[in-house]
């Protein structure tokens, strides 16, 4: 292609991104515009713009005590995740690399039943007996870890072929270093970066996580998304406010997950 042809095509093609962009964009624009205004119901532009209705969803104390609860029960099951796939990963790519397949199959399965399903299952295993843990963050921590597991897997095993393990462990151990030695010193802080994308990524995930938060802990320990939904009945200005405030959190987690692959890559 010439490089007269290029440019109309070049041209073609960022318009038609663009428009899907802005198409995405609308939907949440005017819920950016709608939580901000302080009435809108015959007119094309709200009647006035005010920032009460942020300020009482920022005041409430349900609302505060349903966000702590989310970050809560995320970062609780992130940390229990990294904390066994760190070690399962290592083990698996340099001691025994022939089972990396088997693994792509087995940390797929969470995916492989759908939430509902899971959720009527853990109601009768864990809703009485000596493991009762319906409507404590505890089953919702154990629920999580199985979801964060195939992002984080991938991630981080991603990470593992870039870094070359078993090259970059036989130097460490040339150089005197043992194998936790090597696999702490040397090996982990390689890791980091995509440890952290994988963190982020599964953070903006699970914080959205509605099915299994309403179905086994519901308003006993109402997370964000919990919250939410028991609020759609109340004004819409203060729902779209909600809906902002959960959206630009995720961004920003989101967004910081971007930055660090474009950094690791």
């Known amino acids: 292609m010439s490089r007269a042809d290029a440019k109309p095509a070049a041209l073609y093609h960022r318009t038609v991104v663009w428009l899907l962009f802005l198409i995405l964009l609308l939907p949440l624009a005017g819920t950016l515009l709608y939580s901000l205004s302080t009435s809108w119901s015959a007119t094309i532009l709200p009647s006035g713009l005010t920032f009460k209705w942020y300020v009482a969803l920022w005041s409430d104390p349900r609302f505060l005590a349903a966000f702590g609860q989310s970050l809560l029960v995320c970062f609780g099951s992130l940390l229990l995740a990294t904390a066994l796939i760190l070690p399962l990963l290592f083990v698996v790519h340099y001691h025994f690399p022939k089972l990396d397949g088997l693994m792509n199959i087995l940390i797929l399965l969470p995916f492989a039943v759908p939430p509902v399903v899971s959720s009527v ?4 295993v864990y809703g009485s007996g000596p493991l009762a843990m319906v409507g404590t963050p505890w089953i919702l921590i ?16 991603n990470n593992l072929q870039a870094i070359n393990l078993r090259d970059l462990m036989d130097a460490a151990q040339l150089l005197g270093a043992s194998t936790w030695q090597a696999a702490f010193l040397v090996v982990l802080p390689n890791l980091r970066k995509g440890l952290m994308v994988s963190l982020f990524l599964s953070f903006s995930f699970l914080f959205g996580e509605f099915v299994f938060a309403n179905l086994l802990v519901g308003t ?4 964000l998304q919990v919250y939410l939904n028991n609020m759609k009945n109340s004004s819409g200005h203060f729902n779209s406010a909600l809906v902002i405030s959960y959206f630009f959190f995720v961004l920003i987690f989101t967004w910081a997950a971007t930055r660090l692959n474009k950094d690791n890559s």
């Open 220 to 223: 006993r320990y109402e997370t």
């Open 142 to 157: 154990g629920c999580y870890f199985t979801v964060a597991l195939p992002f984080m897997y991938r991630a981080i095993t």
């Open 121 to 124: 299952g853990l109601l009768q």
